[in-house]
Structure formats: C-alpha cells, structure tokens
C-alpha cells in the first residue's frame, strides 16, 4: 500500500522539480538584466568599477556609490527598513543624474497592493532598463 501511494507522488515531485527549475531559471535572468543594467548606468556615470553590478554583495555597495556617497554606506541595505528608504533616496538621485524624474524609483512600491501588485515589479524593470539604456537630453 506504501509503495502505491508513493508511485503516486512521483507526478507531483516532476511538476513542482519543473516549476523549482523554472523559477530558477527566471531568477538567474533576471540577476543578469540587473547586472547588466546598473552595469551600465555605473559606466554612463563615469564609475570606472561598473563590473561591481555583477559581484552579488558588492552590488549593494554601488548603488550608494553611485549616488556620491561613500562606498560603506552600503552596509544600512543591511538594516530592514532603513536600508529600504535609503535605496529609494539613493535610487531617485542616481535618476535625476541620469536626466530622469527621481520619483520613477518609486514604482516598485505598487507591488505593496494587493492584485495588481505584480505591476510594479515590471514597471521597475521597463524604468530600470530605460535609465540604463535610453539617454535623455
């Protein structure tokens, strides 16, 4: 009887085995379009490390590097909510500096609403690949 109702699992552990390998996959992407990206607004910015965007802790630091702070300010991503608003006030000059509206930065916060919240997750996407990619005059 064991073994039968363990035959049986052997469909569900293929689905969620796929599903595990796609999410995977499309984390990995996704690192890689980030990397890429802040790659190279950090090049635009005439950073001259912009490989740091690829390095996963190093990457922390950057952003407030960017923002002409010093590099161990990185360190206040590590406290919860602090680090949060610190990235959005570090995020919204990196923006103006790229000729952008710094309040662009703010549109992964829709992801806080319920139902439509997955929005803000592409707009953040489309915006971050826009400074990186698209010059303003």
């Known amino acids: ?4 109702e363990l035959a049986m699992l052997g469909p569900y552990a293929a689905l969620f085995g796929a599903f595990l390998a796609l999410g995977i996959v499309i984390l990995i992407v996704l690192y890689v379009y980030y990397a890429l990206a802040w790659m190279t607004i950090a090049r635009k910015l005439n950073y001259d490390k912009p490989w740091l965007a690829w ?3 190093a990457n922390a630091f950057l952003i407030p590097i960017l923002a002409k702070k010093k590099w161990p300010w990185g360190f206040i991503f590590l406290v919860p909510i602090v680090g949060a608003v610190f990235y959005f ?3 919204w000059n990196i923006y ?3 000729k952008y509206p710094g309040w662009l ?3 992964i916060l829709v992801g806080l609403i319920p139902v439509i919240g997955w929005l803000g997750g592409i707009a953040n996407l489309v915006i971050t690949g826009l400074v990186a990619w698209s010059d303003r005059k």
């Open 1 to 4: 009887m064991a073994g039968e």
């Open 55 to 57: 390095i996963p802790i």
């Open 89 to 91: 006030i570090w995020t």
């Open 96 to 98: 103006e500096q790229r």
């Open 105 to 107: 930065c703010l549109a």
